[in-house]
Nanobody, 124 residues
Framework: QVQLVESGGGVVQPGGSLRLSCAAAGFTFDYYAISWFRQAPGKEREGVSC????????YYADSVKGRFTISRDNAKNTVYLQMNSLKPEDTAVYYC?????????????????WGQGTQVTVSS
């Protein structure tokens, strides 16, 4: 059974940092690209970032480029999202999702399996 469990969310002041984790189980982690999405109240879900399985290529939404960094540790079956210089508009529930791949032409991905999400609130 595929499981994706997000953690690391919380409340942070503008300009602060958080590191989200997505722990995976139940599938061959190395074979899958992993993405982060977010959804704020009343807004559509947004693809934030993706890291490929083949060569660890990374992709980012324009809204987070230069502030967020995605990485993966295949030995721990975990993907991370380091979020720096956080803004109030980054407030959302953040989800991780699997897909077979991601690329310049396929980001954001559709997503095959999804986690339950972790809340990030940026507020003074």
């Amino acid at each position: 059974q595929v499981q994706l469990v997000e953690s690391g969310g919380g409340v942070v002041q503008p300009g602060g940092s958080l590191r989200l984790s997505c722990a995976a189980a139940g599938f061959t982690f190395d074979y899958y690209a992993i993405s982060w999405f977010r959804q704020a109240p009343g807004k559509e879900r947004e693809g934030v970032s993706c890291i490929s399985s083949s060569d660890n290529s990374t992709y980012y939404a324009d809204s987070v480029k230069g502030r967020f960094t995605i990485s993966r540790d295949n030995a721990k079956n975990t993907v991370y999202l380091q979020m720096n210089s956080l803004k109030p508009e980054d407030t959302a529930v953040y989800y991780c999702a699997t897909d077979l791949y991601c690329s310049e032409g396929y980001f954001p991905v559709r997503g095959l399996h999804w986690g339950q999400g972790t809340q990030v609130t940026v507020s003074s």
